[in-house]
């Protein structure tokens, strides 16, 4: 459901990133699809598991290069709603390595000033994990550094499609006007309600596609696809990206030259 944070007025004060005047310019929000754990395994004749291990400590390494570039916000696909059709196995592998994840990073996280927060189908998963991510949001709510949000059993039609739900309810219920409705208005029904839009989506592991990641708040989003496998990301696949972005015009179909 809706956040009672305003949309427009979390926009409003977002820094905006200013692409196109070199490469220093930095994105307040990065959104990364951390894909290739499973290539990387193969690729050394290990199971799947490994390649995600070997992930979760890609993502140690990206918050800590995220924090030194000075991003504000950084959201992390890493389970979408489609997920849940992959072998019962390497599903529960995964959640029983983000279990560990949340309790081994979680003090960490808080010390480096980490916001943690968590979008997706809650629901979908088990009420120990589920008491986690309300553990871990609860202990790093004060911090300010990085706002990191990790997407989980997410899918960007899904959340489109239970905003859709809600603003159906609300305009029954006479609480919104649908009439007047407006897109930041419709935005506050979506679990990114909380965050500015995507300034910058990385996706690693050479694939070129959304699969179905933040559709709406991606819009105007710039897109870096990286030749490299999640696990091998490091600082430097981090500083490539955003030195594309830097390169990059954001013209939000205004601009005529
Ligand atoms: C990304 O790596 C992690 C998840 C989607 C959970 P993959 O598991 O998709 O790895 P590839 O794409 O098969 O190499
Ligand atoms: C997207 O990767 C989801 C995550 C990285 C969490 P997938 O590997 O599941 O996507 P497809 O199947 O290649 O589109
Ligand atoms: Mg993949």
Same mark, same amino acid.
């Given at each position: 459901?809706?956040?009672?944070?305003?949309?427009?007025?979390?926009?409003?004060?977002?820094?905006?990133?200013?692409? +196109?005047? +070199?490469?220093?310019?930095?994105?307040?929000?990065?959104?990364?699809?951390?894909? +290739?754990?499973?290539?990387?395994?193969?690729?050394?004749?290990?199971?799947?598991?490994?390649?995600?291990?070997?992930?979760?400590?890609?993502?140690?390494?990206?918050?800590?290069?995220?924090?030194?570039?000075?991003?504000?916000?950084?959201?992390?696909?890493?389970?979408?709603?489609?997920?849940?059709?992959?072998?019962?196995?390497?599903?529960?592998?995964?959640?029983?390595?983000?279990?560990?994840?949340?309790?081994?990073?979680?003090?960490?996280?808080?010390?480096?000033?980490?916001?943690?927060?968590?979008?997706?189908?809650?629901?979908?998963?088990?009420?120990?994990?589920?008491?986690?991510?309300?553990?871990?949001?609860?202990?790093?709510?004060?911090?300010?550094?990085?706002?990191?949000?990790?997407?989980?059993?997410?899918?960007?039609?899904?959340?489109?499609?239970?905003?859709?739900?809600?603003?159906?309810?609300?305009?029954?219920?006479?609480?919104?006007?649908?009439?007047?409705?407006?897109?930041?208005?419709?935005?506050?029904?979506?679990?990114?309600?909380?965050?500015?839009?995507?300034?910058?989506?990385?996706?690693?592991?050479?694939?070129?596609?959304?699969?179905?990641?933040?559709?709406?708040?991606?819009?105007?989003?710039?897109?870096?696809?990286?030749?490299?496998?999640?696990?091998?990301?490091?600082?430097?696949?981090?500083?490539?990206?955003?030195?594309?972005?830097?390169?990059?015009?954001?013209?939000?179909?205004?601009?005529?030259?």
């Amino acid at each position: 459901m809706a956040s009672d944070l305003s949309t427009a007025a979390i926009r409003a004060e977002a820094p905006r990133a200013k692409a +196109g005047g +070199g490469a220093a310019a930095v994105p307040c929000h990065v959104a990364l699809i951390m894909d +290739g754990n499973g290539r990387w395994a193969k690729a050394r004749g290990l199971p799947r598991v490994a390649g995600h291990h070997a992930g979760a400590k890609a993502v140690r390494r990206c918050i800590e290069a995220a924090i030194d570039s000075g991003i504000e916000w950084l959201t992390l696909y890493a389970f979408s709603s489609e997920n849940w059709r992959r072998p019962a196995a390497e599903v529960t592998d995964l959640t029983t390595l983000l279990r560990q994840y949340l309790r081994s990073e979680l003090k960490e996280l808080g010390e480096n000033g980490v916001r943690f927060r968590v979008i997706g189908e809650r629901g979908r998963f088990s009420p120990e994990l589920r008491a986690e991510f309300d553990r871990a949001e609860r202990h790093t709510a004060d911090n300010r550094r990085l706002n990191l949000t990790i997407a989980l059993s997410y899918g960007g039609r899904t959340d489109i499609l239970a905003a859709a739900r809600d603003v159906a309810r609300a305009a029954k219920a006479g609480e919104i006007d649908p009439e007047t409705l407006d897109e930041d208005g419709f935005c506050r029904f979506l679990s990114t309600s909380a965050m500015p839009d995507p300034d910058l989506l990385i996706r690693t592991s050479g694939e070129q596609r959304l699969s179905n990641f933040l559709l709406w708040e991606c819009a105007y989003a710039e897109l870096v696809f990286l030749d490299v496998l999640w696990p091998d990301f490091c600082a430097q696949d981090l500083t490539v990206a955003l030195a594309e972005f830097g390169r990059r015009e954001r013209r939000y179909g205004a601009n005529v030259d």
